[in-house]
């Protein structure tokens, strides 16, 4: 059974940074390329960034493009994703997900198979 668990969210500031984490336990972690997914009140949830299993590749959705950093740590079985330059708009639960098919680096959340609990991140003005 794989689990993934999300933490580093909370309050920020507009314009502060936070760096949100995701463990991964009961699979071959670096089977997966890794995703992070968010939701606001009211809206769907929505890509964020994801990055292959190997870590060369990564890609954002064009909201984040520039202030959103994913990462991974294949050793420690942790994805990382470093948030600047927070806008009130970047409030959402977000997710980390993980897909194990090695296709490539999708941004439809129903190719991941596996998703943490999320955790909240709110950004005041």
């Known amino acids: 059974q794989v689990q993934l668990v999300e933490s580093g969210g909370g309050l920020e500031q507009a314009g502060g940074s936070l760096r949100l984490s995701c463990s991964v336990s009961?699979?071959?972690?670096?089977?997966?390329?890794m995703g992070w997914f968010r939701q606001a009140p009211g809206k769907e949830r929505e890509f964020v960034a994801a990055?292959?299993?190997?870590?060369?590749?990564?890609r954002y959705a064009d909201s984040v493009k520039g202030r959103f950093t994913i990462s991974r740590d294949n050793a420690k079985y942790m994805v990382y994703l470093q948030m600047n330059s927070l806008k009130p708009e970047d409030t959402a639960v977000y997710y980390c997900?993980?897909?194990?098919?090695?296709?490539?680096?999708?941004?439809?959340?129903?190719?991941?198979?596996?998703w943490g609990q999320g955790t909240q991140v709110t950004v005041s003005s």
């Open positions: 997900a993980a897909d194990p098919r090695r296709i490539g680096i999708r941004i439809d959340q129903n190719e991941y198979d596996y």
């Open positions: 009961g699979g071959i972690f670096s089977r997966y390329a």
């Open positions: 990055i292959k299993w190997t870590g060369g590749i990564t």
